[in-house]
């Protein structure tokens, strides 16, 4: 089982930057596809952004334009760049696989507030 922690979560006002960081517990290269998701309260936890062992990106719509999602293999690391937060990006983010594994890691509470 493939350990993955997030971290980087945090409060930020409207229009402010955040800048996400999954470390996982062996090669992203050999996982392949890695996928950073959220959950809102009450809501089902969703596709955020993508990216494939060939840097292709692919975003939610709702955060296009504002996050951008990268991966560093020698580092089994995938980040997520964070901007013109909005409080409608207020969730718990977490990285995984894309299509995700069945099991999740912590996650990162990030609260969009002023």
């Known amino acids: 089982q493939v350990q993955l922690v997030e971290s980087g979560g945090g409060l930020v006002q409207p229009g402010g930057s955040l800048r996400l960081s999954c470390v996982a517990s062996?090669?992203?290269?050999?996982?392949?596809?890695m996928g950073w998701y959220r959950q809102a309260p009450g809501t089902q936890r969703e596709l955020v952004a993508r990216i494939t062992n060939a840097n292709y990106t692919n975003y939610a719509g709702s955060v296009k334009g504002r996050f951008t999602i990268s991966r560093d293999n020698a580092k089994n690391t995938v980040s997520l760049q964070m901007n013109s937060l909005k409080p409608e990006d207020t969730a718990v983010y977490y990285c995984?696989?894309?299509?995700?594994?069945?099991?999740w890691g912590q996650g990162t509470q990030v609260t969009v507030s002023s």
């Open positions: 062996r090669s992203i290269f050999s996982i392949g596809a």
């Open positions: 995984n696989r894309y299509p995700s594994y069945n099991y």
